[in-house]
């Protein structure tokens, strides 16, 4: 990679670079929390984005705090699906378990909810922040690798990311790979030993944040590898290829080392550990994958502007609106192409252009998909990896995070190359160009946000909940409903676990992970009581013969279960009816739930 556009000027000095880093990172961060306003106003009772994946991160976010003070496995537990427990790990993005050892102190001083919403702010401006960081190393105009850090961190993919997966939109390290990479075999100013160890660093980092990151993180390294190897092929750069190829074997050696050191344990437990996931892929081949009409066309209502027509198109992509970050709108389109047929011969452009297609082509998936239909005809080269390890557990259409990080890269190179062309009206053309670009993918206001629906009983602090302590002492079981059935204005039991400080066990959760046969679900281990527990929330009665009843109690005692608590949900008065007559008595009806002490 070579820079672009001012290749012989002077560098701008170390003291303009921090100022510019430091003012970029506070703009970001400015930014993000006047995004999020409508949540900050009452942050402990709101949180950013929809309801459901965010109250399991939120359990996750409390549990690894419990832990880290309580000085037990984070990654192993039984406070829920008690009392086999389940491995965390398995849990992917729903459990970023790096953020929450960094948020402890806020998640102990001010709760799981407040501390959620605090990693998914920072974690929009702090890759915005590293996108920034590795574009000015290509530019020298500050407010161009600032728009281009604004593309990679506030871009579709991030934003799509941020209704409710808050571990896939912290992209920082993709970023920092990006600066290593380029220092370890373009510019070569960094030892290949210390560059393998920060990688690996790096690589840890991201495992305990998301480990499908880690996995297409490798395939981009990989790819752009490849990709500058045969530009210096076609370009006959002097390259000393063994010379490079001892770099690469250091820096890989060390990463692998520094890799293996800190998540030795961490990777035990994903292939070796309990409650692990052995039937592959997770989900099927292809199932999120990116939608041709995406490009230009914005999901749902995640973009500002949008309209009715749009929207109903939009509902075709597959996991629209999460998973449909494959928007660019068609300005940044037009200035993409614009810029590599106009700078083609400028390695950067070249380069950036050819990282972006290749990753688009991957997140595409096995066959051309558009308007949600999957074509038979039209099949594309990530096909290939149906039946490879790892590769097919990947939600492609994710990678479009790397999308955004090149269109990012593009945007600031033209931004810049017209800011010092010497054609007549070169400036203001793509001050207007780029200003409609970045207006198409300018996010909605107010943010989507989701109200914590908490019972008073699981609310530390109140009488309610003192009565339920006294009820349910400190580790004891409680079998709590709602489980797994997540309905709007009613929350349920992993959320409300988490806001009480995790005082109690259920056998009740809500993490993918493995099942007895080693297949994902969300789900206990199969036995009477869930059995009954998953039809009241269908609404269907349980069997409620003598024998059946039988059965459930003996459960109930041999988990030593203390007490049962109906919140609010759907169909509950037939959950109340049926615990009443299956433990012979009256519940307790205080803090906003039915109680039936066992113990």
Same mark, same amino acid.
Not at 314 to 341: D, H, Q
Not at 473 to 480: D, I, R
Not at 522 to 531: F, I
Not at 544 to 560: C, H, I
């Given at each position: 990679?070579?820079?672009?556009?001012?290749?012989?000027?002077?560098?701008?000095?170390?003291?303009?670079?921090?100022?510019?880093?430091?003012?970029?990172?506070?703009?970001?961060?400015?930014?993000?929390?006047?995004?999020?306003?409508?949540?900050?106003?009452?942050?402990?009772?709101?949180?950013?984005?929809?309801?459901?994946?965010?109250?399991?991160?939120?359990?996750?976010?409390?549990?690894?705090?419990?832990?880290?003070?309580?000085?037990?496995?984070?990654?192993?537990?039984?406070?829920?699906?008690?009392?086999?427990?389940?491995?965390?790990?398995?849990?992917?993005?729903?459990?970023?378990?790096?953020?929450?050892?960094?948020?402890?102190?806020?998640?102990?001083?001010?709760?799981?909810?407040?501390?959620?919403?605090?990693?998914?702010? $920072? *974690?929009?401006? /702090?890759? !915005?922040?590293?996108?920034?960081?590795?574009?000015?190393?290509? =530019? #020298?105009? %500050?407010?161009? @690798?600032?728009?281009?850090?604004?593309?990679?961190?506030?871009?579709?993919?991030?934003?799509?990311?941020?209704?409710?997966?808050?571990?896939?939109?912290?992209?920082?390290?993709?970023?920092?790979?990006?600066?290593?990479?380029?220092?370890?075999?373009?510019?070569?100013?960094?030892?290949?030993?210390?560059?393998?160890? $920060? *990688?690996?660093? /790096?690589? !840890?980092?991201?495992?305990?944040?998301?480990?499908?990151?880690? =996995? #297409?993180? %490798?395939?981009? @390294?990989?790819?752009?590898?490849?990709?500058?190897?045969?530009?210096?092929?076609?370009?006959?750069?002097?390259?000393?290829?063994?010379?490079?190829?001892?770099?690469?074997?250091?820096?890989?050696?060390?990463?692998?080392?520094?890799?293996?050191?800190?998540?030795?344990?961490?990777?035990?437990?994903?292939?070796?550990?309990? *409650?692990?996931?052995?039937?592959?892929?997770?989900?099927?081949?292809?199932?999120?994958?990116?939608?041709?009409?995406?490009?230009?066309?914005?999901?749902?209502?995640?973009?500002?502007?949008?309209?009715?027509?749009?929207?109903?198109?939009?509902?075709?992509?597959?996991?629209?609106?999460?998973?449909?970050?494959?928007?660019?709108?068609?300005?940044?389109?037009?200035?993409?192409?614009?810029?590599?047929?106009?700078?083609?011969?400028?390695?950067?452009?070249?380069?950036?252009?050819?990282?972006?297609?290749?990753?688009?082509?991957?997140?595409?998936?096995?066959?051309?998909?558009?308007?949600?239909?999957?074509?038979?005809?039209?099949?594309?080269?990530?096909?290939?990896?149906?039946?490879?390890?790892?590769?097919?557990?990947?939600?492609?259409?994710?990678?479009?995070?790397?999308?955004?990080?090149?269109?990012?890269?593009?945007?600031?190179?033209?931004?810049?190359?017209?800011?010092?062309?010497?054609?007549?009206?070169?400036?203001?053309?793509?001050?207007?160009?780029?200003?409609?670009?970045?207006?198409?993918?300018?996010?909605?206001?107010?943010?989507?946000?989701?109200?914590?629906?908490?019972?008073?009983?699981?609310?530390?602090?109140?009488?309610?909940?003192?009565?339920?302590?006294?009820?349910?002492?400190?580790?004891?079981?409680?079998?709590?409903?709602?489980?797994?059935?997540?309905?709007?204005?009613?929350?349920?039991?992993?959320?409300?676990?988490?806001?009480?400080?995790?005082?109690?066990?259920?056998?009740?959760?809500?993490?993918?992970?493995?099942?007895?046969?080693?297949?994902?679900?969300?789900?206990?281990?199969?036995?009477?009581?869930?059995?009954?527990?998953?039809?009241?929330?269908?609404?269907?009665?349980?069997?409620?013969?003598?024998?059946?009843?039988?059965?459930?109690?003996?459960?109930?005692?041999?988990?030593?279960?203390?007490?049962?608590?109906?919140?609010?949900?759907?169909?509950?008065?037939?959950?109340?009816?049926?615990?009443?007559?299956?433990?012979?008595?009256?519940?307790?009806?205080?803090?906003?739930?039915?109680?039936?002490?066992?113990?």
């Amino acid at each position: 990679m070579v820079e672009a556009a001012a290749a012989t000027e002077r560098r701008p000095s170390t003291a303009r670079l921090l100022s510019a880093a430091s003012a970029a990172f506070i703009a970001y961060t400015a930014l993000t929390f006047a995004l999020f306003a409508n949540v900050w106003t009452s942050p402990t009772s709101r949180w950013i984005g929809v309801d459901g994946d965010p109250d399991s991160t939120i359990w996750s976010i409390e549990w690894t705090a419990y832990a880290l003070i309580h000085h037990v496995d984070p990654f192993v537990t039984n406070y829920i699906f008690y009392p086999s427990g389940t491995n965390i790990l398995w849990a992917n993005a729903d459990a970023p378990i790096a953020l929450a050892w960094a948020a402890t102190p806020i998640t102990l001083a001010f709760g799981p909810i407040v501390a959620y919403n605090l990693l998914q702010t $920072l *974690a929009l401006s /702090l890759s !915005a922040w590293a996108g920034f960081l590795a574009i000015r190393r290509y =530019v #020298t105009l %500050a407010p161009a @690798a600032l728009i281009g850090g604004l593309v990679y961190g506030f871009g579709p993919y991030a934003m799509a990311q941020a209704y409710g997966h808050m571990a896939l939109t912290l992209g920082v390290v993709p970023p920092m790979l990006l600066i290593l990479i380029d220092r370890l075999v373009v510019r070569r100013d960094l030892s290949p030993l210390l560059a393998g160890e $920060l *990688a690996g660093l /790096l690589v !840890a980092f991201q495992l305990l944040v998301s480990e499908e990151l880690v =996995v #297409t993180e %490798a395939i981009v @390294a990989v790819l752009g590898l490849g990709v500058l190897a045969l530009l210096a092929l076609i370009w006959r750069w002097q390259v000393s290829w063994r010379d490079m190829a001892r770099r690469l074997a250091v820096a890989g050696v060390a990463a692998a080392a520094v890799f293996a050191i800190l998540a030795a344990y961490p990777v035990y437990l994903l292939f070796a550990g309990p *409650a692990r996931i052995t039937h592959e892929p997770i989900r099927a081949f292809g199932t999120y994958v990116t939608d041709v009409f995406n490009l230009v066309i914005p999901p749902d209502a995640i973009h500002l502007i949008h309209n009715a027509w749009t929207a109903d198109l939009s509902k075709a992509f597959p996991g629209s609106p999460v998973e449909s970050g494959g928007y660019l709108g068609i300005g940044l389109v037009a200035i993409i192409v614009f810029t590599t047929l106009r700078w083609w011969r400028i390695p950067l452009v070249v380069f950036s252009a050819a990282m972006l297609a290749a990753i688009l082509l991957i997140s595409l998936g096995p066959a051309l998909t558009h308007e949600g239909h999957q074509s038979t005809h039209i099949l594309l080269p990530w096909r290939l990896a149906r039946n490879m390890p790892l590769l097919n557990e990947i939600l492609v259409e994710r990678m479009t995070l790397y999308v955004d990080l090149f269109a990012g890269l593009l945007l600031a190179f033209f931004i810049e190359a017209s800011w010092r062309s010497r054609v007549r009206f070169a400036r203001p053309a793509a001050a207007i160009s780029t200003a409609a670009s970045l207006a198409l993918l300018f996010p909605s206001v107010p943010w989507v946000s989701s109200t914590a629906h908490v019972p008073t009983i699981f609310q530390p602090g109140t009488d309610a909940n003192r009565y339920f302590q006294s009820v349910v002492p400190q580790g004891s079981v409680a079998v709590v409903l709602p489980s797994g059935d997540i309905k709007a204005g009613t929350g349920y039991a992993v959320l409300w676990q988490a806001v009480d400080g995790m005082k109690f066990r259920m056998p009740e959760g809500d993490l993918v992970h493995g099942d007895s046969n080693g297949v994902a679900t969300n789900d206990p281990l199969p036995s009477p009581l869930w059995t009954a527990i998953s039809q009241l929330q269908s609404g269907t009665p349980p069997a409620s013969s003598p024998a059946d009843f039988d059965e459930v109690r003996a459960q109930l005692k041999a988990f030593g279960v203390r007490a049962v608590v109906v919140g609010p949900m759907d169909n509950q008065q037939l959950a109340v009816e049926y615990f009443s007559r299956l433990l012979d008595q009256t519940p307790t009806q205080t803090g906003g739930v039915y109680v039936w002490p066992t113990g």
